[in-house]
């Protein structure tokens, strides 16, 4: 089994920045695709940001130039820094892995941008 541990969310006001945390622990040889995502209030989940193993990145049009997703795979850990947050950016963020074609998610993390 897989398990994933996110950490960093938190209050911010506008402008600001946060760096959300995701470590994967468990029954782990390789992971492929580590990503973020988030959900607002009656929303859908949608696409933040990915990365390979190897360092491509994607990225949501919304956060482009904004935030960096970045992992560490000697920890199994995936980094997503928040800079310049807005009001917009107010969501849940999970995490999500890749691991021999099987998607596992974390239990969320709140991140609010509010004055």
């Known amino acids: 089994q897989v398990r994933l541990v996110e950490s960093g969310g938190g209050l911010v006001q506008p402008g600001g920045s946060l760096r959300l945390s995701c470590v994967a622990s468990g029954s782990i040889l390789w992971i492929n695709v580590m990503g973020w995502y988030r959900q607002a209030p009656g929303k859908q989940r949608d696409l933040v940001a990915t990365?390979?193993?190897?360092?491509?990145?994607t990225y949501a049009d919304s956060v482009k130039g904004r935030f960096t997703i970045s992992r560490d795979n000697a920890k199994n850990t995936v980094y997503l820094q928040m800079n310049s947050l807005k009001p917009e950016d107010t969501a849940v963020y999970y995490c999500?892995?890749?691991?021999?074609?099987?998607?596992?998610w974390g239990q969320g993390t709140q991140v609010t941008v509010s004055s």
């Open positions: 999500n892995v890749e691991i021999s074609s099987v998607s596992y």
């Open positions: 990365i390979t193993r190897y360092g491509s990145t």
